[in-house]
């Protein structure tokens, strides 16, 4: 299924969210105004949250399309991403040593 996700690259600073390092494939600094708009009711059902604290996350999130059956990480790397489902789904899966896969979690649009 189709997904869109974004999150803060955990490489980069908090304080330098758009550093020096080159963009992924399909990612974006600029999040569009409806993915933007899921995360905020998102917070917003769960804390108070400011227009600066809304203006920061935009600074420093990245916005990223990804393509039905595309991986968001492979078993082995190392994570850099914490990633917000905006629209579509996520799923995490393991596969044993038969080769049976199995599915550790679903991650839903919210």
Known sequence: MPGQ????DRTD???NPLSARPAMPGESPSIPASAF???RTYLEA??????EDFDYLRGVLRFR???AGEFLQRAGDVSR???FVASG??????IDPKGKE???????ET
């Open 5 to 8: 996700w974004f999150g803060k």
């Open 13 to 15: 600073s908090w304080c």
């Open 37 to 39: 708009h899921v995360l």
């Open 46 to 51: 769960r804390a108070e949250f400011s227009e």
């Open 65 to 67: 399309r990804l393509p």
């Open 81 to 83: 991403f914490a990633a």
């Open 89 to 94: 789904c996520l799923r995490s899966y393991v």
């Open 102 to 108: 199995h599915i550790v979690q679903f991650a839903p």
